[in-house]
């Protein structure tokens, strides 16, 4: 068991997400930074769809209650246990009464605390993803107050202390500048009801994040991109990523808790190989769209997948050798 | 078939005999990189006074126990792990050895102050090197 | 070029693809809609087929390697679809419309030069068919909506509109959930469970099901 000392800003448990409830009107929900839950996930040898606790905003400080093996990964954070720093993206493991605490996020915006065997709180729906809008799933259905008591599942995990190499070191992206993240979009269906200047601006802007935004969406603001004419569409199934431009012409990114349908126009969908980009983006930092093929699309999501296949293989070659000891 | 750690042990051995200071091994699924520390083998026959001087008794050292290459930071971080004249505690990180996608830590055999970071970043090290040299609470601070 | 009586196939993303039928919003459309939403949803690297308001959503298993031949496929399976009859039951909702919470029940009237009661009475006189679920746990959306009162979603979604809301955005009409961000506006609430995870299926409701609102109140 784990329980809640000091929290600051909502933070949740989420695995991967709910992913097949759309036509009940239930969205995926979901780690906003899926490859940094898969990530520590791996490091504890744990299904990597394990619930684990979503942290936005530090400080949060913990309590373990019994001997148990957890991962930090995600955003950098400055962390201990029991008074030993942890670096990012690191396995270590507590002792019975150990605290947790996690004092500060140097960049990022989103650190995931895994444990072994995962945070054992209800499956429901499919998924133990915090369902906000519908105050089910993770824990109540939602965010972590203090005193809340989490239920962690039994593993078997070692205790070996190490880390891995942040994706966004992997991943990174050419061009990128501090505080600006470029990602990586597929045109929707409205993009030509803008004009080219519109499309340009698009493209050219550097969008500030602004501090409505949240696993909601991202609300951006910049140049106002305007269509042709007022759109006004059908309601219809939209999916995180999805870019929609309201008549103000302030970009919106739909992420993790958007509803699963809407009507405003949608100029682009952020591809799934860049989603936990936008995850990890701070309010008040930068984000730019490149526009990129179906196909290529495809190619980024192979070098994600084949980022997380050589943790797969790099964790095993370490279990290994830990059992010939 | 994986490697046993008595294959390893041996290879080791015939390394350390034969001179050769680093063999790879590729398997599918499977790459074993030995590198045998030829720096300390060539310090200590070269000059076996520094071995016995006085102060170097004191001194503990916090070796790599895997091959790969040192960081004396991690790379999100500015600060290296620790630097001279710090204070450390027995299993404090001193520093990553980076395998593949792996960041190994080097770990404080004792408690004490850290007198150098021997390893440079970006150098390749292996099982064995020395990393850091610590001179143990107990010579630094007999009070203690 | 727009071709008016052909679909439009667009992506969204790598996770999903948009069907969006031709013609009027109509029951006859979405009929359409049903039967192409049971037909895909059982095609392999499908993971479910979304209906909207005369469009579908099909979410990936997988991104498909190969787009064109998913889009030849629906298109056929569009072309040969009848329309999927689905009786459903009849539910009475009673509405209080107006008040705090239907707050936009005058801007509605004044943005169609009509007077509050008008826009109740022709809010609640058709008998409306949930078209579709979605937005968020257990809305629907209804087909039927008179179109003297339309009105055009907000400039800027508000983030915080109550449950129970009775609300119109653009030519349709629905009644949300839960509280919520909405680009709509409010005239009114009922309180109702539509939407439970402990139930067996989820949702009160299901396309095909029909509603008729009771004016249980105005508040002027």
Partial sequence: MIEILSVTGPASIQDLGRFDQYRFGVGTSGAMDDVALRAGNILLGNDENAAAVEIPIMPFRLRFDRNIAFALTGAAVEAEIAGRAIPPWWRSYARAGDILNIKAMSHGARSYLAVGGGIDVPMVLGSRSTQFRGEFGGLHGRPLQVGDILPCATSTAAIGEFGIEPAGITLARPNAAADESIVRVIVAGEYDAFEATAQELFWSSSWTITPQSNRYGYRLQGPAVKPKAPVEKRSHGIVPGVIQIPPNGQPIIQMRDAQTSGGYPKIATVIGADLWRVGQARLGGKLRFEQTAYTDALAAEDDMSAYLDRLRTNMRLVEEAGTCR | ?144 | MMVPDRPRISLLGTSALLFEAPGAFDLPHQRRIWALAATASKWTDIREAVPGITNLMLTFETPPRQLDALIAALNDAWDTAEGLAIGGREIRLPVTYGGEIGSQLQSVADHCSLSIDDVVAIHAAPLYTVFALGSHPGYCYLGGMDPRITMPRRQTPLQRSAGGSVSIGGSQTGVSASPGPSGWHAIGHTSWTFFDPSWPTPAALVPGDTIRFVIERVIR
Avoid: C
Wanted: negative net charge.
């Fill in chain 2, 1 to 144: 078939m994986p490697i046993e750690t008595t294959d390893i042990a041996r290879l080791a051995q015939i390394l350390e005999n034969s001179g050769v200071d680093t063999i790879e091994i590729e398997e599918p699924g499977l790459t074993l990189k030995l590198v045998v520390d030829t720096r300390s083998r060539i310090a200590a026959s070269a000059s076996p006074a520094a071995a016995t001087a006085p102060v170097a008794d004191h001194f503990v050292m916090a070796k790599a126990d895997v091959a790969g290459h040192f960081r004396a930071a991690h790379p999100w971080q500015d600060k290296p792990f620790v630097a001279p004249g710090q204070r450390i505690e027995a299993g404090a990180t001193l520093g990553l050895v980076k395998i593949g996608l792996l960041y190994a830590p080097v770990v404080a055999p004792t408690a004490g102050i850290v007198d150098a970071v021997i390893a440079e970043t970006g150098a390749m090290v292996g099982y064995g090197t020395p990393i850091v040299r610590i001179l143990p609470l107990a010579a630094s601070d007999p009070l203690n």
